[in-house]
T-cell receptor
Framework: DVKVTQSSRYLVKRTGEKVFLECVQD?????MFWYRQDPGLGLRLIYF???????EKGDIPEGYSVSREKKERFSLILESASTNQTSMYLC?????????????FGPGTRLTVT | AQSVTQPDIHITVSEGASLELRCNYS??????LFWYVQSPGQGLQLLLK??????LVQGIKGFEAEFKRSQSSFNLRKPSVHWSDAAEYFC?????????????FGRGTSLIVHP
């Protein structure tokens, strides 16, 4: 059974803290993605990566950075958390090419910044 | 840039009734289209996808969708809704980026099922 796991389901942090969200996939996928999901706004792409140490900005990268040191792991970093980053964060992975282009999603991390 | 519009924020149906969720897309080339479902507290799961060929595609859980190029639409249908179908549904259009397709998601439609 394919799997994308996220390090925490719920996280509460204080304003100004540095926050790490971790995502691991076991499908040997090249692509990995970070989205944030807010009511009425759907999923918005923050960053994606198509290879180790490679990253591309998505639609809303401001205030975020990412790290991909190993193929299976993709980290989202909030350098200095702010209350407007309170949201649900979803990680996903997919095959680079030759596949169905289906994305596989983790269960999400609900982050609250107080 | 590509975009997806899901005009209905909420849809309420009775169990056993038919369902149609609307999706309109904007994309300059041949689109890759997806429908995902998100059950409460879960990540997203692929229901079905369209890349080419037959414009009526079948998916999991009894869902189907029809691609209509002239209307830029990819509406999701189910002939008889079950209570377990209550969830958030997302339409997405994939834009080519290198060897991959990066999806842009719509804002979602929340399906409420009455017994």
């Amino acid at each position: 059974d394919v799997k994308v796991t996220q390090s925490s389901r719920y996280l509460v942090k204080r304003t100004g803290e540095k926050v790490f969200l971790e995502c691991v996939q076991d499908m040997d996928h090249e692509n990995m993605f970070w989205y944030r999901q807010d009511p009425g706004l759907g999923l918005r792409l923050i960053y994606f990566s198509y290879d180790v140490k490679m990253k591309e900005k998505g639609d809303i990268p401001e205030g975020y950075s990412v790290s991909r040191e190993k193929k299976e792991r993709f980290s989202l970093i909030l350098e200095s958390a702010s209350t407007n980053q309170t949201s649900m964060y979803l990680c996903a992975s997919s095959r680079l090419a030759g596949g169905s282009h289906e994305q596989y999603f983790g269960p999400g991390t609900r982050l609250t910044v107080t | 840039a590509q975009s997806v519009t899901q005009p209905d924020i909420h849809i309420t149906v009775s169990e056993g009734a038919s369902l149609e969720l609307r999706c309109n897309y904007s994309y300059g080339a041949t689109p890759y289209l997806f429908w995902y479902v998100q059950s409460p507290g879960q990540g997203l799961q692929l229901l079905l996808k369209y890349f080419s060929g037959d414009t009526l595609v079948q998916g999991i859980k009894g869902f189907e969708a029809e691609f209509k190029r002239s209307q830029s639409s990819f509406n999701l249908r189910k002939p008889s809704v079950h209570w377990s179908d209550a969830a958030e549904y997302f339409c997405a259009v994939g834009a080519r980026a290198g060897g991959s397709y990066i999806p842009t998601f719509g804002r979602g439609t929340s399906l409420i099922v009455h017994p």
